[in-house]
């Protein structure tokens, strides 16, 4: 128990990450209905696109403070250009078809994906180490917080606050309001829902490109197969929060990312569990939640009943 701090702040940070690229997931639905299963991947086109920053354009020996910003900048450009790109060529055309169509694209997109940074980046092959900011680690009582947690544990509630703002306060943002809540009554009102769906994937693909600095910051490696076991439990996340619901997808991010560090830790401290517990688990745990929350809560957290949204 003495550990629990500590696992706390674990869970808190993968969580985090978890509800940064949840927020993708759940933006897109909400507007379009669509469960775009290539964002894993647009997240880990983001933690190239650092990559690619900071080996390609900034001088060697740049320090991480000056290099992070522009590192931050480059990611959220090269997978909002992916999202977009998608949202054009891949999922545009098949708005109006059956909803089996553009789910099995996203499963295309998403190894299309994968394999075009595999070729791009011929090192990919084997993870690449990601640059790391100097310092740390930082010690508060029995909690220890490394230098990239920091970025993670920073960038998380800005990045809510700002999308908050955007949301409630901005004229695209009320636009997005109201195509969600209904695109054809949108579209006579004046609103060009074709503009809204195209920022809601550039925003939710810029929000899992800071994840993906996060991961690489966190880890200190990515790799081209990075995004696909993430973005399920990211979606994950966003099923738990309520699908189609911004908030839930943090808050439901946050609570995936405890429950999977606490279970790690913990369970194999039960009598007979102690082969359960090790970190090969981690993911089986987060699908079981996911699960739990099908069978008992299907809306989700925060989500709503198909009933009272109709």
């Not at 998608?86 to 909803?99: S, T, V």
């Not at 079981?288 to 299907?298: A, C």
């Amino acid at each position: 128990m003495n550990e629990l701090p500590q696992q706390l702040v674990n869970g808190l940070l993968l969580g985090s990450m978890y509800g940064l690229v949840a927020i993708g997931y759940t933006m897109v639905y909400g507007i379009v209905q669509l469960i775009n299963f290539a964002h894993g991947e647009i997240f880990m086109t983001g933690a190239f696109g650092a990559l690619s920053v900071y080996l390609w354009v900034l001088p060697n020996g740049t320090t991480m403070w000056i290099a992070l910003p522009l590192m931050l900048i480059g990611a959220m450009l090269v997978a909002s250009l992916v999202a977009v790109g998608a949202e054009r060529f891949a999922y545009r055309p098949l708005r109006g078809a059956p909803r089996l169509a553009p789910l099995i694209t996203a499963i295309g997109l998403s190894l299309a994906l994968q394999q075009a940074v595999w070729a791009w980046y011929p090192e990919a092959k084997s993870a690449r180490t990601f640059p790391q900011i100097e310092g740390g680690p930082f010690h508060i009582g029995d909690v220890t917080i490394q230098t990239g947690d920091v970025f993670l544990l920073s960038a998380a509630p800005i990045s809510m606050a700002v999308l908050a703002y955007f949301v409630m306060k901005t004229r695209t943002g009320r636009g997005m309001q109201a195509t969600a809540q209904d695109p054809d009554t949108a579209k006579l009102m004046g609103v060009n829902t074709d503009r809204i769906i195209v920022v809601a994937f550039a925003l939710g693909a810029a929000f899992a490109a800071i994840g993906g600095v996060a991961y690489g910051l966190k880890y200190g490696q990515i790799d081209y197969r990075m995004g696909f076991i993430l973005g399920l439990k990211a979606f994950t996340a966003a099923v738990l929060g309520g699908i189609g619901n911004i908030y839930g997808a943090m808050i439901g991010g946050v609570l995936l990312g405890i429950a999977e560090t606490l279970a790690t830790a913990y369970i194999a401290d039960i009598p007979g569990m102690d082969q359960f517990g090790s970190q090969s688990w981690a993911d089986v745990w987060a699908f079981v939640l996911l699960i739990l929350v099908l069978l008992f809560r299907p809306q989700g957290l925060l989500g709503e009943r198909v009933a009272d949204r109709a």
